[in-house]
Nanobody
Framework: QVQLVESGGGLVQPGGSLRLSCAASGAIYRIYGVNWYRQGPGTQRELVAYIGWGGDTNYADSVKGRFTISRDNAKNTVYLQMTSLEPEDTARYYC???????????????WGQGTQVTVSS
């Protein structure tokens, strides 16, 4: 089985920064596309950022220029560097990944449990 564990959330003042990590463990041949989603109070889950196996990225308009997604394939870890944080960024952030557990496996989709980010003075 594959597990995704997010970390790095916390309480930060407006204008501050945080770096979230999504570490994958278990039977992993390769991790393909990885998404960061977030869900704030009373809102639907929204896609924040995406990174492909080759490093191609995409961002929600609301975070462009402030958030940067990156990955370390050797560590099976994806990061989300968040800067210039705003109260509107307050949410639980989830990692979502497409994984092949072995050569020839079908792509499996996994979610982490999330990490809470609170932006408040």
């Amino acid at each position: 089985q594959v597990q995704l564990v997010e970390s790095g959330g916390g309480l930060v003042q407006p204008g501050g920064s945080l770096r979230l990590s999504c570490a994958a463990s278990g039977a992993i041949y390769r991790i393909y596309g990885v998404n960061w989603y977030r869900q704030g109070p009373g809102t639907q889950r929204e896609l924040v950022a995406y990174i492909g196996w080759g490093g191609d990225t995409n961002y929600a308009d609301s975070v462009k220029g402030r958030f940067t997604i990156s990955r370390d394939n050797a560590k099976n870890t994806v990061y989300l560097q968040m800067t210039s944080l705003e109260p509107e960024d307050t949410a639980r952030y989830y990692c979502n990944a497409d994984v092949r557990r072995w050569i020839g496996d079908m792509l499996q989709n996994y979610w982490g449990q999330g990490t809470q980010v609170t932006v408040s003075s």
